[in-house]
């Protein structure tokens, strides 16, 4: 008896490079960016567990080397960056001060019966 070849059924699988797919997490690129690089829909890449798993891990990759970056940009005497960190780790915030004639207090004056437009 002569065996019967079967075509198979459905689209072949897709072949997706998550090797590349770390790499272009690392410089923070978006699913949908990613899948434009591929040549794959955004569907296919969205509901492929693996793909979600070596994203998540190329993006806090690239966090943490930012954060490195920038933190060596500070170390080397960036004022900029030494400010930065300073406000994101240290609660430290630009001053706002507002006061009034010769440096006093502010005055309000409330006006009764005056119309907001009128003024």
């Not at 793909?51 to 500070?74: N, P, T």
Request: aromatic letters at 4%; one cysteine or more.
């Amino acid at each position: 008896m002569a065996e019967e070849k079967t075509r198979p059924v459905g689209r072949p699988p897709i072949e997706i490079d998550y090797g590349k797919c770390e790499k272009l997490a690392r410089i923070m690129c978006t699913h949908s960016e990613i899948a434009e690089v591929l040549g794959v829909s955004l569907s296919t890449l969205e509901h492929d567990p693996e793909f979600l798993q070596v994203h998540k891990r190329g993006i806090e990759a690239g966090k943490a080397s930012l954060r490195r970056m920038q933190w060596k940009s500070a170390e080397g005497g960036n004022v900029t960056s030494q400010i930065w960190l300073g406000k994101q780790y240290l609660g430290q915030r630009d001053k706002s001060e507002i006061s009034g004639d010769g440096g006093g207090p502010v005055v309000l004056a409330v006006l009764k019966g005056v119309k907001l437009e009128d003024l």
